[in-house]
């Protein structure tokens, strides 16, 4: 049999792209190979405003979006430290009233379903359960992608392969493609909860009246984030009830417990270290079978696209949980590749395009990195640095890549963050700042002076939108950030580079406590 396009995997990615093929070119022939029969519940719940930008206006989901999952309001931080008793007490970051653009948690299985289901309605062609066994490229030629089904293999001839395997990256990895991101050694260890704690309900409102009254938005509908050195946790509602809880770490700064203990008891032991996730998980349980281990989280393709194959979504790259950027990447990724087959189908010179597809999404997957995860997992339990950081990083994030589609449609979801010329002062800007808080954070691990600040202060602000007008926000944090270089920054002025094995060694010192590590599974 022949098609035009071969997808492999039918989630969000997979069904975006043959959604967006098929709406290009309604005679194309796509046929999507998904592996499981039907969808279980996966991490990535939280979508921001250009994910949901492309969930709603492009693949025209926001009617299911509003009546099948929850409308988020926003992320929220929590800190603590020795002298933080109980959630009032903790610090907190977060928005004073409700967002001002959309954006949503999901349940993945449901939504991916859904979107699946619409593109076999508009003609995709679907075998499921299938597996792909072999893909053999040709460039410029037919592809041959064996599938095995129930029924046996067989063999499928493509002029275009998409790989939206996801983590398992089928064509990055049978290429020599992928590559860890050794930089950036995080770990995440979820579950989905029930009986969590409400936190907009009456309980914790007549416990905690003045912490109650500060926030006059949603914080339950928030993804919630409580921090720690070197860690953070999601919190993240379901509809129905249930709760994604999950912990990410930098493994340099933070081990997670071991022993015999059940992975779903482990992760509440590590959670229970923090009075905010203490109160609110007081009472509530994992489900059994919902319980999750991921190392080693971050890495990208060194190659993306080439004449016949494209990767998309997660089977391209992924950096971090934190800002939950898996689905722009979706968004990206999806539209540029699709722009790539069509010019093909319509005879232009594919040869310079691919070059330019690959060489931009290189130099977004790194300067993403750099101007926001590099070391942030340093300063991370910080609440005044996290405090700049976050207003800088969310302003610069509405103003420059979040206002694009809402300006220009969805053409420019083709271009990822800092692919075009004009982003690189904000590149080099963003990359500044992230390191000199890492810098600060380092300086003070050495000084056992970490947290000093993570009790009793809130930044309660009113949301950012994509006016320029929300532009003196972003220059206050920059002057504020400046006052701090002069009041303590300069100490780590003259520094050099740290080294993984220091970085360790200082908050080993720092955190005379911690717990001995063990990579295991549920």
């Known amino acids: 049999m022949s098609y035009d396009v071969v997808i492999i995997g039918g989630s969000l990615a997979g069904a975006a792209t043959a959604t967006l093929l098929r709406r290009e070119f309604p005679d194309m022939r796509v046929l999507v190979v998904e592996r499981e029969p039907h969808f279980t519940r996966r991490v990535g719940e939280a979508t921001v405003e250009i994910s949901s930008y492309f969930l709603g206006r492009v693949l025209g989901l926001t009617q299911h979006l509003n009546n099948e999952h929850l409308v988020k309001q926003g992320m929220r931080f929590w800190f603590a430290n020795e002298r933080t008793q109980n959630l009032q007490d903790s610090s907190e970051i977060g928005p004073k009233y409700h967002v001002r653009l959309p954006s949503w948690q999901l349940d993945r299985a449901v939504v991916d379903e859904e979107l699946l289901r619409r593109a076999v309605a508009g003609g995709v062609d679907l075998r499921r359960p299938a597996q792909v066994t072999a893909v053999r490229l040709s460039p410029g030629g037919e592809q041959e992608i064996d599938i095995k089904t129930a029924g046996g293999v067989e063999t499928i ?114 959670l229970l270290r923090h009075p905010v996730a203490r109160e609110v998980l007081d009472g509530a349980g994992w489900i059994e079978g919902d319980v999750h281990w991921r190392r080693n989280l971050a890495y990208h393709s060194r190659v993306f696209a080439g004449d016949g194959f494209s990767l998309v979504g997660d089977a391209a790259s992924f950096l971090d949980p934190l800002y939950s950027p898996g689905m722009d990447v979706i968004s990206f990724t999806s539209t540029a590749t699709t722009a790539l087959i069509s010019a093909q189908r319509r005879g232009e010179p594919l040869a310079p395009l691919i070059e330019t597809h690959n060489a931009t999404f290189t130099r977004s997957y790194r300067r993403w990195f750099e101007a926001i995860y590099r070391d942030k997992y340093e300063y991370l339990g910080e609440y005044d640095l996290m405090c700049l950081a976050f207003r800088m990083d969310l302003g610069l994030y509405y103003l420059g890549i979040v206002s694009q589609p809402f300006k220009y449609g969805a053409k420019a979801l083709a271009s990822p963050p800092f692919s075009v010329p004009v982003s690189t002062p904000v590149y080099h800007f ?92 549920a």
């Open 157 to 270: 001839r493509s002029r275009w392969v998409v790989d939206a395997s996801g983590f398992v990256a089928l064509l990055a990895r049978k290429g020599g493609w992928l590559e860890p991101n050794t930089a950036h050694p995080i770990t995440a260890a979820w579950a989905r909860w029930r009986n969590v704690k409400d936190w907009d309900g009456r309980e914790l409102a007549e416990k905690f009246p003045e912490w109650s009254r500060r926030c006059l938005g949603s914080r339950n509908t928030a993804t919630n984030h409580i921090v720690g050195d070197g860690w953070w946790s999601w919190w993240i509602p379901l509809k129905g009830g249930d709760v994604s809880v999950g912990v990410v770490f930098d493994e340099r700064l933070v081990s997670f417990p071991q022993g015999e203990a059940r992975l779903g008891d482990r992760l509440r032991e590590f």
């Open 430 to 521: 963003m990359r500044l700042y992230n390191a000199r808080f890492g810098a600060i954070a380092r300086k003070r691990r050495e000084r056992r002076a970490c947290g000093r600040a993570n009790s009793r202060r809130h930044y309660l602000f009113q949301s950012f939108s994509i006016s320029p007008k929300d532009l003196p926000r972003i220059l206050v944090a920059a002057a504020q950030w400046g006052m701090l270089e002069l009041r303590e920054g300069w100490r780590s002025w003259f520094s050099g580079p740290v080294s993984p094995k220091k970085l360790g060694e200082a908050a080993a010192a720092a955190s005379p406590a911690r717990v001995t590590a063990k990579a295991g599974s």
